[in-house]
């Protein structure tokens, strides 16, 4: 289906070209390159519908890179591939503009540029087949207009293309393109009314987008992971240093043994990016969300308070707990509850050997979208942050081990069935 025009929200369906950014021997660059495949996608510019982001993207929270890098924005009636940038062809004398897959007057089209030719005046440029579009030549600045009073402006930048800084549409509406200071790399899209797009990149790959934006009066964030995810590392995850765990703690640093741990069982229970605290002490990146310490501490009176993750682990979506992640239980087990629990979204797994244990019962919070799939050697049972377990700042589930086939036990039995996260793996 081509994209159609409701209002100001602009809905695509397009099909575009694999390409993300690299880097160049002198610094960081634009430049697109890759290899060419077909990817469909889904999204809508909201230049005008301020409750809502600026750019509305469907799905579960990650892109293509061919999604990003072919994001198509309306200009008379075409959808141009906005992020690519103008380039100068010097034999032809002509200036081509990138076209995304569709267009918003639903015809069908067999060109992948809009092409500007010379006309007689040296600084003006007429768009071949197109007679609404001009290109305005101002040395180190081009702008692009249509007769119906929009204007999209490109300025020059180190690798010889012209970028996109400025769209403003007739309606008011504007769109500004920042840029990183030391190269050519996209850094943000905003508009006047606030909203927000950043791209965030590691060693010149796009990474990720986060867009803020308002809706009725209070402020949203929206991060979307961009490519194919890749297996967190153990030394990627930073947890609490000495300086930052009380006096009266009885665990006064983060060892290795701890670290091993903690990634056994976020490869266990998460996806390719969660991280698992079970050892007393949060990841850093939640620093604003919980304490870095929460192991067992202990008390004026001379005895031991056990803290929340000595006897639970948490996991996370990823080091600084905003994004989400598949929920996952080993396999093996002989009995399990049919849904989650009303309250909490609880569910539980028996299993008459787990890890080192034997005899023992899993106890799953706050399980989103529950449903039981094998998948290798796991079992999938949904997601993390379902009820209790998601907040404006952090996304978790919240994972129990109890001696014996309990099922859920009663809060006051729960101490006393409790095993140590740790010493199950």
């Given at each position: 289906m081509?994209?159609s025009c409701?209002?100001?929200?602009?809905?695509?369906?397009?099909?575009?070209?694999?390409?993300?950014?690299?880097?160049?021997?002198?610094?960081r660059?634009?430049?697109w390159?890759?290899s060419?495949?077909?990817?469909?996608t889904?999204?809508?510019?909201?230049?005008?519908?301020?409750?809502l982001?600026?750019l509305e993207?469907?799905?579960d929270g990650?892109l293509e890179?061919?999604?990003?890098?072919?994001f198509g924005?309306?200009m008379?009636?075409?959808?141009?591939?906005?992020?690519?940038g103008l380039?100068?062809?010097e034999a032809?004398?002509?200036?081509?503009?990138?076209?995304?897959?569709?267009?918003?007057?639903g015809?069908?089209r067999e060109?992948?540029?809009?092409?500007f030719?010379?006309?007689?005046?040296g600084?003006?440029?007429?768009?071949?087949?197109?007679p609404?579009?001009?290109?305005l030549?101002n040395d180190s600045?081009?702008t692009?207009?249509?007769?119906?009073?929009s204007?999209?402006?490109?300025v020059?930048y180190?690798d010889g293309?012209?970028y996109?800084?400025l769209?403003?549409?007739?309606?008011?509406?504007?769109?500004?393109?920042?840029?990183?200071?030391?190269g050519?790399?996209?850094?943000a899209?905003?508009?006047?009314?606030?909203?927000?797009?950043?791209?965030?990149?590691?060693?010149?790959?796009?990474?990720?987008?986060?867009?803020?934006w308002?809706?009725?009066a209070?402020?949203?964030?929206k991060?979307?992971s961009?490519?194919?995810p890749?297996?967190?590392?153990?030394?990627?995850?930073?947890?609490?240093h000495?300086?930052?765990?009380p006096?009266?703690?009885?665990?006064?640093?983060y060892?290795e043994?701890?670290?091993a741990s903690?990634?056994?069982?976020a490869?266990?229970?998460?996806?390719?990016?969660a991280?698992a605290?079970g050892?007393?002490f949060e990841p850093?990146?939640?620093?604003?969300?919980?304490?870095?310490y929460?192991?067992?501490t202990?008390?004026?009176?001379?005895?031991?308070?056990?803290?929340?993750?000595?006897?639970?682990?948490h996991?996370?979506?990823?080091v600084?707990?905003t994004k989400?992640?598949?929920?996952y239980v080993?396999?093996?087990?002989t009995?399990?509850?049919?849904?989650?629990?009303p309250?909490?979204?609880?569910?539980?797994f028996?299993?008459?050997?787990?890890?080192k244990l034997?005899?023992?019962?899993?106890?799953?919070?706050?399980?989103?979208?529950?449903?039981?799939?094998?998948?290798?050697e796991?079992v999938r049972?949904?997601?993390?942050?379902g009820p209790?377990g998601s907040g404006p700042s952090?996304k978790?589930?919240?994972?129990?081990f109890?001696?014996?086939?309990c099922?859920l036990p009663?809060?006051?039995d729960?101490?006393?069935?409790?095993?140590?996260?740790s010493?199950?793996l």
């Open positions: 081509w994209p409701v209002g100001r929200t602009l809905v695509m369906s397009v099909a575009v070209s694999f390409s993300l950014c690299s880097a160049t021997a002198g610094g660059s634009n430049e390159f890759g060419r495949q077909a990817v469909q889904r999204y809508r510019w909201n230049t005008d519908e301020k409750d982001p600026l993207m469907d799905g990650r890179e061919a999604e990003v890098a072919g924005y309306p008379d009636g075409l959808s141009v591939q906005i992020l690519a380039r100068y062809d032809r004398k002509v200036y081509e503009l990138p076209l995304a897959a569709g267009s918003i007057d015809a069908a060109e992948t540029n809009i092409v030719e010379a006309t007689e005046k600084s003006r440029y007429r768009a071949s087949g197109q609404n579009l001009e290109l030549d600045m081009k692009i207009r249509t007769k119906g009073g204007r999209y402006q490109f020059r180190p293309k012209f996109c800084v769209i403003k549409e007739a309606s008011g509406a504007g769109l500004d393109f920042v840029y990183l200071a030391d050519c790399l996209l850094h899209i905003s508009d006047s009314l606030g909203r927000t797009i950043t791209l965030n990149y590691s060693s010149a790959r796009l990474v990720s987008l986060t867009e803020t308002m809706e009725k209070e402020g949203r964030t991060t979307w961009v490519g194919a890749e297996l967190l590392k153990q030394e990627d995850v930073k947890y609490s000495s300086k930052n765990v006096g009266n703690a009885l665990t006064l640093q060892t043994e701890m670290a903690d990634y056994a069982l490869r266990t229970f998460g996806g390719l990016e991280v605290a050892n007393g850093a990146g939640l620093a604003g969300s919980y304490p870095f929460r192991g067992d202990l008390g004026d009176d001379g005895a031991i308070h056990r803290g929340h993750l000595s006897w639970s682990m996991l996370y979506g990823s600084d707990g989400e992640s598949p929920l080993p396999p093996g087990f009995e399990h509850s049919a849904q989650p629990s309250t909490d979204a609880v569910v539980t028996y299993y008459l050997k787990l890890g034997t005899d023992v019962t899993i106890a799953v919070f706050h399980v989103a979208s529950f449903e039981m799939v094998t998948e290798g796991r049972i949904g997601k993390i942050g209790g952090y978790h589930s919240h994972i129990e109890y001696r014996g086939n099922g009663k809060l006051e729960r101490p006393r069935l409790r095993i140590d996260p010493k199950v």
